[in-house]
């Protein structure tokens, strides 16, 4: 990465600019390694009273999007899904893909779009980003295709961490935002 190196585990950034704060490290809040730091597989696909998911359906919401961000920021095309329910696993997908197997591919997707966002040569290249059906394709920078990446994965995040609290799972060992 241009510029310093993430250091996922911690949180730590050291020289990385703040969009790549934002996808990996601790811009405006707890760093997803934090969040998602010390949870068992059980409690990660238990669903509290009220609750539309679980966090391990939230985890996954979160990287089906990030692989359609680096599709569209890497030049695939790849169709925007026919409803919201598609951006959700089956139970199919929660039996093929374990509660790490989930974590690891988050984190790598989320190193890969830390490094194209240290790419600032790259940042304000068009890319092509279909559309909800029946909606034209939609033209936008790396830049604000990443920063809006950035922006739902904090949404989620979020839900995430309510739903820790939830099950009585926050702050995790590392500490976190209490408030």
């Known amino acids: 990465m241009r510029g310093g190196r993430v250091r996922q585990a911690t949180g730590m950034t050291e020289g990385v600019s703040e969009l790549q704060q ?18 068992a597989e059980e409690l990660a696909h238990k669903k ?7 966090i391990y359906e939230e985890l996954w919401h979160i990287v089906f999007w990030q692989q359609m961000t680096l599709d569209w920021v890497t030049g695939v095309e790849t ?3 026919l409803s919201p329910a598609d951006g959700f696993p089956t139970v199919q997908d929660m039996e093929r893909e374990s509660w790490n197997q989930l974590r690891v ?11 194209i966002a ?12 279909p559309s909800r059906p029946g909606q034209p394709v939609r033209v936008m920078s790396v830049r604000d295709q ?9 949404y989620h995040f979020g839900r ?6 939830m099950l009585g799972s926050w ?4 500490g976190g935002f209490s408030w």
């Open 105 to 115: 591919r988050f984190f790598e997707g989320a190193q890969q779009a830390a490094a």
């Open 160 to 165: 995430i961490v309510l739903l820790r609290q």
């Open 22 to 39: 934002v996808l990996i490290g601790d811009s405006a809040a707890a760093t997803p390694a934090h969040i998602l730091e010390s949870l």
């Open 118 to 129: 240290g790419n600032v040569g790259r940042l304000e290249a068009a890319v092509r980003c």
């Open 48 to 54: 509290p009273a009220g609750a539309p998911h679980s």
């Open 171 to 174: 702050p995790p060992p590392s």
């Open 79 to 81: 169709p925007f899904p």
């Open 146 to 154: 990443l920063e809006s990446l950035g922006a739902h994965n904090h």
